[in-house]
């Protein structure tokens, strides 16, 4: 549930919120009651973002809410508050200071949501009321959101690569889209050799999951999401604090997905097609080894210099499948490193692309939507950390430097230099509770790359 509701003007009794900030307080002041005055200075309000106050009407009901605002971050502007707020139906107040409105909606409905498929439903969230227009230009958005979130939330054991595959199929359905899929041994009949190498493993078959949408004669967009489902790092195995939220380690996956549901809702002119190399790192006779040598799908030999750069592995099929269709552009999105986390901290993706026009399309497209992004160097030189002396290059290396560079020049080897190709490393999770942003599972970049899409292909 969203908590956005439309409605026409009189329809429905709403509380309007009105957002301040330190230079409209004054106004404020000027107008409110004598007795709403003194409710201010009595409960020591001031309007600093994320302050709120309840001022009553006369007989005790909620007349209007005051919030504290920072104009210049609408998108957190009340995502805190579908539940501090009592349940009912609210809307902006036309006195409210000036900001982007429909971002300050989508706020509101980005922290309206909670993940509950595995306890007793909670009190349902406010509803803030809003026109048509907006609500239907939002609802898409939120509805991708929440699927991405859905889908990281999910814990492994029903969240493997059947279930990736189940929620493509979902997908496909109403859209009349294609799927198909490459499982088990059969990737190795059809020559995905690091998909299966990073996934037999596990008792739940590695695969690779396809679908096709769109007419031929549009240009071809490719969308690929890393999915594995649990990251136990292998042989190389994680510590446990290192693998206590590996079920997020499909979060480029579940972006991948939903960018793809978000394009064909919009019915953009691509032919669009989506990947998802989903599997399950895991540990038993037949994982793989530490100093394996594996020839990919493009015919390059990699060298496993550590089996917890796995990512890397399942992507390169992925993305010579993709550059062997001769597409206008090749998206992935991966929860690759930990590295861009170091470099950028867990809120900003780290964005890499061989293009710098697009680099700056999707950055200007990230800035409009309120969803950041940061470029990082394709920093070639940095190839010679990941020289093997007995493949043609091995999948990671032994300094700890650059490493969210380093494992996106892994994945450049696998694209032409005339291919057109963007890749974002993304944490996929919120730490902890903030306004519109609740604890786990979360979408970065994706309202940035659909509105980049959009433009591009208007």
Known sequence: MSSLIDTKPGKRRSIPIEMIDASSAPALEARLTAAHRQWMTSTSFRPSPGSVLLLPDANGAIERVLVGVDASEPLMALGALPYRLPEGNYEIAKESVATDTDLVALGWALGAYRFERYRARGRAPAQLVVDTATSRALQPIIDATYQVRDL???????????????????????????????????????????????????????????????????????????????????????????????????????????????????????????????????ISGSAMRPGDIIRTRAGLTVEVDNTDAEGRLVLCDALAFAVEQTPDLIVDFATLTGAARV?????????????????????????????????????????????????????????????????????????????????????????????????????????AFFRFLSERYA
Not at 345 to 369: C, K, M, Q, W, Y
Not at 375 to 392: C, F, K, Q, T
């Open 152 to 282: 990281v939330n999910t814990p492994a054991e029903d969240m493997g690569p059947e279930q990736l595959a189940e929620a493509v199929h979902a997908l496909a359905a109403p859209h009349k889209a294609k799927v198909r899929e490459w499982i088990g041994d059969d990737l190795l009949a059809a020559n995905f050799p690091t998909i299966h190498a990073v996934g037999r493993a596990s008792h739940r078959a590695p695969r690779l999951i396809e679908l096709t949408w769109g007419k031929n004669t549009n240009p071809r967009l490719v969308i690929i999401g890393k999915g594995v489902c649990f990251d136990t790092g292998g042989l190389d195995i994680k510590p446990s604090d290192g693998m206590r939220w590996m079920k997020k380690d499909m979060g480029g996956a579940a972006h991948a997905i939903a960018l793809a549901s978000l394009v064909m809702k919009a019915k953009l002119p691509v032919r669009l097609t989506l990947l998802v190399p989903a599997v399950e790192n895991a």
């Open 343 to 447: 470099a950028l901290g867990p809120e900003v993706p780290a964005l890499f692309t061989n293009r710098d026009a697009l680099a700056d399309h999707v950055i200007g497209a990230a800035e409009v939507s309120a969803d950041p992004l940061w470029r990082l160097p394709l920093w070639r030189p940095y190839r010679r950390m990941l020289e093997s002396h007995v493949a043609d290059f091995a999948n990671s290396g032994a300094s700890r430097h650059a490493g969210a560079i380093t494992a996106a020049l892994y994945l450049e080897r696998f694209v032409p230099e005339n291919q057109n190709w963007m890749h974002l490393d993304t944490y996929s999770w919120n730490d902890a509770d903030r306004p519109a942003h609740p604890r786990g599972g979360e979408a970065q970049g994706l309202r």
